[in-house]
């Protein structure tokens, strides 16, 4: 009896050792990579301090301006090898902001990924992108063409993404922004007077 809890004191002992002992020696690193999505930027190749203007059926013109543009750089990330512990998850990311425009991509080895293409207060939230576009789009649909002509320019790939509520395109402002290869957004929809804005 004596010899058992002996027995299970040292063990207890030695673990409570190794436990403390191992704070520092039983953690790993791993090397995450710089953001490095080449749709996303195929799609919206803008520019730190790139100023875009848009013109309506009347003549009236918006400018909109990229402020900064940034995207996470490579680093390295620690975490511990312990009891119940978790592997490190490496998580890249890019950001366009500005004035009346904010895009955003943030994605993790899980696989989690999280778009935002927002302009003026409407946001077009989606997972992921691809040669074609959006993809996984929330509170709209998309449709993609070839060899498109959008307000008098032939575009290789343009996307349309208009949304299905109106109380989501009523709040916003906006029912539908174009997106093309290469360009970035080309023109939008305002709601809900439906006039069509276009690059200059």
Same mark, same amino acid.
């Given at each position: ?32 990579? *710089?953001?490095? %999505? ?23 013109? !918006?400018?909109?301006? $990229? !402020? ?9 990330? =620690? /975490?511990?090898?312990?009891?119940? &512990? ?17 895009? *955003?991509?943030? &994605?993790? !080895?899980?696989? %989690? ?16 992108? *691809?040669? =074609?576009?959006? #993809?996984?789009?929330? +509170? *709209?649909?998309?449709?993609? +063409?070839?060899? /498109? ?12 993404? +208009?949304?299905?509520?109106? $109380?989501? $395109? ?17 023109? +939008? #929809? ?11």
């Amino acid at each position: 009896m004596i010899t058992k809890k002996i027995i299970l004191s040292i063990f207890v002992f030695l673990l409570l050792i190794h436990l403390y002992s191992c704070k520092d020696m039983c953690t790993k690193k791993v090397d995450c990579p *710089s953001f490095s %999505n080449a749709q996303f930027f195929k799609w919206f190749p803008y520019t730190q301090g790139q100023t875009v203007v848009f013109k309506s059926p009347s003549g009236g013109l !918006d400018t909109i301006v $990229a !402020d900064s543009v940034t995207k996470s750089e490579s680093y390295t990330n =620690t /975490y511990s090898t312990g009891f119940s &512990s978790k592997p490190a998850v490496c998580s890249t990311m890019t950001q366009i902001a500005g004035r009346e425009i904010y895009i *955003s991509y943030l &994605s993790n !080895d899980t696989l %989690n990924k999280e778009i935002i293409v927002r302009l003026k207060s409407q946001g077009f939230p989606a997972s992921n992108i *691809s040669d =074609t576009g959006l #993809t996984g789009l929330s +509170y *709209s649909r998309s449709k993609s +063409y070839f060899g /498109y002509t959008f307000s008098g320019i032939l575009y290789d790939t343009l996307q349309k993404i +208009y949304t299905t509520d109106t $109380a989501f $395109a009523m709040q916003g402002g906006i029912d539908t922004i174009f997106i093309a290869k290469g360009h970035g957004i080309i023109g +939008y #929809t305002t709601y809900p007077a439906l006039e069509t804005w276009s690059i200059r």
